[in-house]
Nanobody
Framework: QVQLVESGGGSVQAGGSLRLSCHAS???????VGWCRRVLGKEREGVAA??????????AYAESVKGRFTISRDNVKNTLYLQMNSLKPEDTAMYYC??????????????????WGQGTQVTVSS
């Protein structure tokens, strides 16, 4: 049984940083993992994704976060991270850890992920 548990959300002022963590259990190391977010009143959207391990890692980012967010994972700790820098008020959302991607090229589509964490709220004030 796959379980994903996020932590690290909170409130921060614009320009600040947060690091989200997601501990995964029951999920094969090296498989695709990612982060999605849902802004209040909008559809869930893909933020970042990671596939592979060691020297053969692929990462992908939404244009809105490219250069500010970094996705990474520690396979020893079975933990996925999302380092978020230069946060903006428009980054305010519920952030979800995701796993079980059915098609790498469609990582932005939240419906292509099969497993979800419970979410962690990120609030950025101006």
């Amino acid at each position: 049984q796959v379980q994903l548990v996020e932590s690290g959300g909170g409130s921060v002022q614009a320009g600040g940083s947060l690091r989200l963590s997601c501990h995964a259990s029951g999920y094969p190391a090296g498989s695709s993992v990612g982060w999605c977010r849902r802004v209040l009143g909008k559809e869930r959207e893909g933020v970042a994704a990671l596939d592979g391990e060691a020297s053969d890692v692929n990462t992908a980012y939404a244009e809105s976060v490219k250069g500010r967010f970094t996705i990474s994972r520690d396979n020893v700790k079975n933990t996925l991270y999302l380092q978020m820098n230069s946060l903006k008020p428009e980054d305010t959302a519920m952030y979800y850890c995701a796993a079980g991607l059915s098609d790498w090229v469609k990582w932005r589509d939240p419906y292509k992920w099969n497993y979800w964490g419970q979410g962690t709220q990120v609030t950025v004030s101006s």
